[in-house]
């Protein structure tokens, strides 16, 4: 008779992001792991295989819930510059409340792993086409409201919004903490929209 799992796999990938994020991949040993999820060694490798799909699973779980939500408010905008304008002002209070300097999840692993691991390379690959077309969309609806200017091409302003994005994110993991640095990049982003 099969054994039924005694754990909610979705919590456990919630708390392997947690663990990833704090330490890195190749920083978070299976110890690590067995210790933070709270689950023996053989449940986390029958449920997850191995580290490396433990980490891949946990990424995608983090991706798709950040799109989600990015896709959500921006559909749901009557105002999609100002809408950014939140967006990217809750990124800059996350990176300077980030007293651990963890930056970005995706950011992190994308430095850390994707030039060495393709499976990842191609998550993070996905995640940044994802994010453009969402930008994209946003940013359409921006110019045919008024909100957001024509002068440049719609696709170059979603490359433009998810580089600034993942810039800020990098800082926040250098440990940068003048808020006046931020504040420039955003006020020189803002000036372009």
């Keep these: 008779m099969a054994r039924t799992k005694e754990f909610d796999e979705d919590k456990a990938l919630d ?3 947690e663990i ?10 299976a110890q690590d792991l067995v210790t933070h999820l709270g689950l023996s060694r053989s449940s986390l490798y029958d449920t997850f ?3 490396q799909k433990l980490f891949s699973k946990a990424l995608r779980r983090y991706l798709e819930h950040g799109q989600e939500a990015t896709r959500n408010l921006l559909n749901q905008s009557e105002d999609i510059k100002e809408t950014l304008t939140e967006i990217f002002k809750q990124a800059v209070i996350e990176s300077l409340d980030d007293r651990m300097t963890k930056g970005c999840f995706v950011v992190n692993a994308a430095v850390e792993l994707a030039m060495h691991d393709e499976e990842i390379a191609k998550i993070v690959s996905d995640n940044r086409q994802t994010v ?5 969309t946003a940013v359409k609806k921006g110019q045919q409201a008024g909100q957001i200017s024509t002068q440049l091409e719609a696709r170059m302003l979603a490359r433009f919004i998810f580089n600034n994005y993942t810039g800020i994110r990098v800082l926040a993991r250098s440990g940068e903490n003048d808020k ?9 982003m803002f000036s372009v929209l």
């Design 15 to 17: 708390k392997a992001i």
């Design 49 to 51: 295989g191995d580290k």
């Design 132 to 136: 453009e077309e969402i930008f994209l």
């Design 180 to 188: 006046k640095v931020y504040d420039d990049i955003l006020k020189a």
């Design 20 to 29: 990833f994020w704090c330490k890195g991949y190749n920083g978070t040993s």
